[in-house]
């Protein structure tokens, strides 16, 4: 098996390209996908609340408060507002009446693209209220005021939580691509590259058995790639840090060890998985050209079961390698134990990893028979 691994590695080593595609390639497009889905998830076009008002009183709240000077006033709705409107350029409108008896409110959730702006509005809306009581301006408005916005905000918050994790899914996705379809070239390669080069009948005259064959193949494969992984995560920080400045990690990961261990055990338990089903194929073809195309196919459809987890709440995913992979890492980023799930996922793992490894066996030694 040793000797297996130190081969593979040897091999790879001779390959300047394909080290070049199988580690390098993936960090730089990494990189650049970091730049897409941050400039385009993170980076929002600006939105202002629109206070339109004849009250003195109100105008010298609003000059007075620092953190609402940059609201929008005007006397009246004009033609301009409802431009701005219109582009998305003010989310929320605020009509609100001399004596601050009523206000009306003019806005549509779907153009809003941050839930800060109804935060602020609702923010605001109680700050004038209780401004106004202090002027004994009216009643019936203080009564209400604490309800205004309040269902709008969580509902913006529900549709924005959903939209950023979706992104992260495909974000996800992308990465597991990435480091999945070089893997899936050496898992598939393991036995029709070597009976296409003519050298697996020597490896098997050396005396090395099937079992130690595809177990030498298998580790060879996962350790290429964790080391890319890691070489990709060290690209995802260096993105952050590029395109957002630095992050107090610290506030995120409550349990950086665990969190480690999590990554680990789950990211190894998975590219075993994938890694033993693509050697487990690779016994039923004869040319590696027809292998890659299945191969990749393999991959993606690793990829996407990997989001499952991202798509459906459900507890059971939580005990299934592979499904919990991002369940279980988020769980622990926000410091939350998760050990039944995660030594359950990897006992199952390992199980599924057994039996493949020995369906190949068997389906190797029936080859040579």
Known sequence: MISIIKREWMRLSKQPKVMVTTFLMPCILIFLVMGVFLSGVLERKPQNIAVVTDSAKIKEF?????????ILVYEQINEDLETMYDKG????????????REVRLKYD?????????????QEFV??????????????????????????????????EGAQFKFYISIFIAVLIFMVGQPLASFAIDSYVGERERGTYDSIRLSGIEIFQFILGKTIFTVSVGLISGVLQVAAILSGIQYFMGSLGVEHYIDNALMMTITIVLTSSVSLAMLVAVLIYLSTYFEKVRDAATYATIGTLVFTLLSQVSNVANHTVLEYLPLLNMNRLILRNAHGSPSILPLLTSVILGGVIIAILTQMSVYRLKSKEM
């Not at 609003?62 to 940059?70: A, P, S």
């Not at 929320?92 to 001399?98: D, G, H, K, P, S």
């Not at 959730?109 to 509005?121: L, P, Y």
Request: glycine content about 2%; cysteine-free; aromatic content about 6%.
């Open 62 to 70: 609003l000059k007075e408060n620092e953190l609402y000077r940059d």
């Open 89 to 100: 350029n003010v989310a929320v409108i605020l009509e609100i009446e001399t004596e601050a």
């Open 109 to 121: 959730s779907t153009k809003i693209s941050s839930s800060d702006v109804m935060i602020t509005a």
């Open 126 to 159: 109680g700050e004038l209220a209780l401004f106004l009581q202090s002027e004994e301006l009216y009643e019936e408005f203080v009564n209400n005021q604490l309800t205004i916005l309040e269902n709008d905000v969580s509902s913006v918050i529900e549709r």
